[in-house]
């Protein structure tokens, strides 16, 4: 089945720097990619959504200022926390369908436990 | 609005069958999600449906309502593995998911 990874699994950073989390299709080219946000028992938060080659579309609330999201390739997509704050700590995980549109499913990488400090 | 309810918690008994159910309502509809997320990790795929019936898959089934805007997913020969949160989510006209807060399962032994 098709694979998504993400790196770092878990990072600890001190509040005011910037942490990067990167998101990978391994064998199949992502033509959307989805980042979320879930908090301990809280269900998935959709943060934004992410076409190869165009600006990702981000849901009421998200400051795209602050969660930079870069969708270079058909097989990457980063997520860049600027100035991370200990409210950002929390869960991110991204998610990869192979074809845009449709109900197609969602293939989701190990996420990555972010910390702030 | 668009909302997903299902129960926060359930628990059943090894070798049970349990029944999570979840109610949508979404602008537009292209199909009912169900996904299995243990602790600490990422949601993993379990099923599908945008007809109307039950699809079954191995020890687990789903079925939808279109009609009713309601789904399950029945667990059957349970196993102590399969203590997880069970997500349902509804894709809407603009093939979004709209993700329903998850259903804790506790087996107990």
């Known amino acids: 089945g098709a694979v998504v990874s993400q790196h770092p699994s878990w990072v600890i950073c001190k509040s005011g720097t910037s942490v990067k989390i990167e998101c990978r299709s391994l064998?199949?080219?992502?033509?959307?990619m989805f980042w979320y946000r879930q908090f301990p028992k809280q269900s998935l938060m959709l943060m934004a959504t992410s076409n190869e080659g165009s600006k990702a579309t981000y849901e009421q609330g998200v400051e795209k200022d602050k969660f930079l999201i870069n969708h270079a390739s058909l097989t990457l997509s980063t997520l860049t926390v600027t100035s991370a704050h200990p409210e950002d700590s929390s869960f991110y995980i991204c998610?990869?369908?192979?074809?845009?549109?449709?109900?197609?499913?969602?293939?989701f990488g190990p996420g990555t436990r972010l910390t702030v400090l | 609005g668009q909302n997903i309810d299902q129960p926060t918690e359930m628990t059943a008994t090894e070798g049970a069958i349990v029944q999570i159910n979840c109610t949508y309502q979404t602008s537009g509809f292209n199909g009912l999600f169900w996904y299995q997320q243990h602790a600490g990790e990422a949601p993993t795929f379990l099923s599908y449906n945008v007809l109307d019936g039950l699809e079954e898959k191995g020890r687990f089934s789903s079925f939808l309502s279109r009609s009713k805007g309601y789904s399950y997913l029945l667990l059957k020969e349970l196993q102590m593995k399969d203590s997880a949160s069970y997500l349902c989510a509804a894709m809407d006209s603009n093939y979004q998911l709209i993700w329903g807060a998850g259903t804790k399962l506790i087996i107990k032994p």
């Open positions: 064998d199949f080219q992502a033509t959307t």
């Open positions: 998610s990869a369908t192979e074809l845009a549109g449709g109900p197609n499913e969602q293939f």
